[in-house]
């Protein structure tokens, strides 16, 4: 089983910067990828962003120039560099672990509990 405990989010003013992370812990051999996703009210959860083991980025058009991505393979950590926020930003921040081998099992996802970010004057 892998957890995923997230920390960071908060109220910031429009403009603002907030940086999320998140780290994974169990046994832990590897995760193919790890990301964040979003879900703002009365809405679907959407991707944020998401790294790959191999360095590989995917970026939401939304988010594009603004956000950025970062991932510590040996620590089983990412994070997410959030500048520019609008209030269009605000939402439940939740960390993925997409195929984390634990042990000798392959899990293919894992989601953190989320973190509440709120961008508002």
């Known amino acids: 089983q892998v957890q995923l405990v997230e920390s960071g989010g908060g109220l910031v003013q429009p403009g603002g910067s907030l940086r999320l992370s998140c780290a994974a812990s169990g046994r832990i051999v590897s995760i193919h990828g790890m990301g964040w996703y979003r879900q703002a009210p009365g809405k679907e959860r959407e991707l944020v962003a998401d790294?790959?083991?191999?360095?590989?980025?995917n970026y939401a058009d939304s988010v594009k120039g603004r956000f950025t991505i970062s991932r510590d393979n040996a620590k089983n950590t990412v994070d997410l560099q959030m500048n520019s926020l609008k209030p269009e930003d605000t939402a439940v921040y939740y960390c993925n672990a997409d195929r984390a081998v634990v042990g000798t099992t392959l899990i293919y996802e894992s989601w953190g509990q989320g973190t509440q970010v709120t961008v508002s004057s």
């Open positions: 790294m790959t083991s191999a360095g590989s980025t």
